[in-house]
């Protein structure tokens, strides 16, 4: 029986993977095994894989599954009873593998996770917590000096999936990771709520160490990242909250937070995340604050409404706002005074001067005035063009997504109703009543 089955998803890691790989595969015994699971990397990471790391098992995915669809792949193959995930920009360090088994071994305990740090040798994880009511994630020790002051195993309310460790008898239970989550974040916070949900512990243990570079697949600064970890906590809120929890304490205070979000990109990530959820309201599990009977109006409401809370305008440049309508950004929406030019030879310098500083003298308080009053009248039309077109942009999806459903419940129709027709028709041939096909 293999005792620990290490699994590895990649996706365009071709330059951190080997290292990662290296430094497991120094640790594991004849009883454990590795599988990488790639998630359609276009960067030749499959091929590494087989050629420098024989001993591995690699499973090539045609499509990107995200970080959960690839780890339920690698998952449902591993043939261990401890389960390991780790990320592809992981290094693990000396006697990582044995600490991570030992903690799983404890009485309770269903999930375990290690101190990670950064390659500065900072922590950037020794366990995590969630906030209530915003479902924040943090990480205790985050860019701390390494002092020894997380070096107690305790439980915690999460350990990231860069390194995390679960029984199998915890996965058949509790089921495998929500693919919902895609492409990543939050998909191990909600496995260890379920997980202690169903009774079963969630520890750190500071005995196992790895480097986690963490910056290989997505820019932490842009607009993605904060897009993605914001679809994230609203599936976890959604998932995890009472409906009083989330209408009561969730959303006055997802207001409040919002008024204080400054940072354009993070602004435009929460709008889009919020029309993400939207769309995806159907998917989200009937549990939490979608169990009720009919709670799907009122959450797509607040949803909504908090949505309009944060403008398209960011408090930032014009341009800046508008960088996502290429149409808008070329009108010639601001005016500037013209400089005066004149052709005249030799004097033609001269006539210049006289006539700017007429200029400054005749109309500086009153032309300059009125172009910065046009300019700002442009400057809001435009902004309230690229909301309207936003706006049309969100209800058009909204009736794709309607239609596409529509077409598949027509096609489940016509399959029902052609399979009965079958059965109809079998039914008549065994009784020899007409012919076959008559209705």
Same mark, same amino acid.
């Given at each position: 029986?293999?005792?620990?089955?290490?699994?590895?998803?990649?996706?365009?890691?071709?330059?951190?993977?080997?290292?990662?790989?290296?430094?497991?595969?120094?640790?594991?015994?004849?009883?454990?095994?590795?599988?990488?699971?790639?998630?359609?990397?276009?960067?030749?990471?499959?091929?590494?894989?087989?050629?420098?790391?024989?001993?591995?098992?690699?499973?090539?995915?045609?499509?990107?599954?995200?970080?959960?669809?690839?780890?339920?792949?690698?998952?449902?193959?591993?043939?261990?009873?401890?389960?390991?995930?780790?990320?592809?920009?992981?290094?693990?360090?000396?006697?990582?593998?044995?600490?991570?088994?030992?903690?799983?071994?404890?009485?309770?305990?269903?999930?375990?996770?290690?101190?990670?740090?950064?390659?500065?040798?900072?922590?950037?994880?020794?366990?995590?917590?969630?906030?209530?009511?915003?479902?924040?994630?943090?990480?205790?020790?985050?860019?701390?000096?390494?002092?020894?002051?997380?070096?107690?195993?305790?439980?915690?309310?999460?350990?990231?999936?860069?390194?995390?460790?679960?029984?199998?008898?915890?996965?058949?239970?509790?089921?495998?990771?929500?693919?919902?989550?895609?492409?990543?974040?939050?998909?191990? @916070?909600?496995?260890?709520?379920?997980?202690?949900?169903?009774?079963?512990? @969630?520890?750190?243990?500071?005995?196992?160490?790895?480097?986690?570079? &963490?910056?290989?697949?997505?820019?932490?600064?842009?607009?993605?990242?904060?897009?993605?970890?914001?679809?994230?906590?609203?599936?976890?809120?959604?998932?995890?909250?009472?409906?009083?929890?989330?209408?009561?304490?969730?959303?006055?205070?997802?207001?409040?937070?919002?008024?204080?979000?400054?940072?354009?990109?993070?602004?435009?990530?929460?709008?889009?995340?919020?029309?993400?959820?939207?769309?995806?309201?159907?998917? @989200?599990?009937?549990?939490?604050?979608?169990?009720?009977?009919?709670?799907?109006?009122? @959450?797509? &409401?607040?949803?909504?409404?908090?949505?309009?809370?944060?403008?398209?305008?960011?408090?930032?440049?014009?341009?800046?706002?508008?960088?996502?309508?290429?149409?808008?950004?070329?009108?010639?929406?601001?005016?500037?005074?013209?400089?005066?030019?004149?052709?005249?030879?030799?004097?033609?310098?001269?006539?210049?001067?006289?006539?700017?500083?007429?200029?400054?003298?005749?109309?500086?308080?009153?032309?300059?005035?009125?172009?910065?009053?046009?300019? #700002?009248?442009?400057?809001?039309?435009?902004?309230?063009?690229?909301?309207?077109?936003?706006?049309?942009?969100?209800?058009? #999806?909204?009736?794709?997504?309607?239609?596409?459903?529509?077409?598949?419940?027509?096609?489940?129709?016509?399959?029902?109703?052609?399979?009965?027709?079958?059965?109809? &028709?079998?039914?008549?041939?065994?009784?020899?009543?007409? #012919?076959?096909?008559?209705?």
């Amino acid at each position: 029986m293999t005792r620990a089955s290490v699994v590895v998803v990649s996706w365009n890691g071709k330059a951190c993977l080997g290292d990662c790989l290296a430094a497991t595969s120094a640790q594991v015994s004849p009883d454990d095994e590795i599988i990488v699971v790639d998630n359609d990397s276009a960067d030749g990471s499959a091929a590494l894989v087989r050629r420098g790391h024989p001993q591995v098992t690699l499973i090539e995915n045609e499509r990107n599954l995200g970080f959960a669809g690839g780890c339920n792949v690698g998952l449902r193959a591993a043939r261990g009873e401890a389960l390991i995930l780790v990320n592809q920009d992981v290094v693990v360090g000396t006697g990582w593998l044995e600490a991570m088994l030992q903690a799983l071994e404890s009485p309770g305990v269903g999930i375990a996770g290690c101190k990670l740090r950064y390659p500065d040798g900072t922590i950037q994880h020794a366990g995590g917590a969630i906030s209530y009511p915003l479902a924040h994630s943090t990480h205790y020790g985050y860019r701390e000096l390494d002092r020894g002051q997380w070096d107690a195993q305790r439980e915690v309310d999460y350990v990231i999936g860069a390194s995390l460790g679960v029984k199998r008898a915890v996965l058949d239970e509790i089921g495998l990771l929500d693919e919902g989550f895609f492409p990543a974040f939050y998909e191990e @916070v909600d496995l260890c709520r379920r997980a202690r949900e169903a009774g079963y512990g @969630v520890v750190y243990t500071p005995d196992g160490v790895a480097v986690h570079h &963490e910056t290989t697949t997505l820019d932490r600064d842009g607009i993605d990242y904060h897009r993605w970890m914001g679809r994230g906590r609203l599936r976890f809120v959604l998932k995890h909250y009472a409906p009083e929890q989330f209408h009561d304490d969730f959303v006055p205070a997802e207001r409040r937070w919002l008024s204080t979000q400054e940072a354009f990109a993070v602004r435009a990530a929460l709008r889009m995340a919020y029309l993400d959820t939207l769309l995806g309201l159907r998917d @989200v599990p009937r549990t939490g604050v979608m169990g009720p009977e009919g709670s799907e109006p009122a @959450v797509a &409401e607040a949803l909504i409404d908090l949505r309009a809370e944060i403008p398209v305008s960011a408090g930032g440049p014009p341009q800046e706002t508008l960088f996502a309508h290429d149409l808008l950004a070329e009108v010639p929406w601001f005016v500037e005074e013209r400089p005066f030019v004149s052709r005249v030879p030799l004097l033609g310098r001269l006539i210049v001067s006289f006539r700017e500083l007429w200029n400054r003298v005749s109309a500086k308080w009153y032309v300059r005035l009125l172009t910065e009053q046009q300019n #700002e009248v442009n400057r809001r039309l435009l902004l309230e063009i690229a909301r309207t077109q936003e706006e049309l942009a969100m209800v058009q #999806e909204i009736l794709a997504s309607l239609d596409r459903e529509t077409t598949d419940d027509r096609r489940v129709q016509a399959e029902a109703i052609a399979d009965l027709q079958q059965r109809i &028709e079998c039914l008549q041939a065994k009784v020899g009543h007409g #012919e076959p096909g008559e209705a």
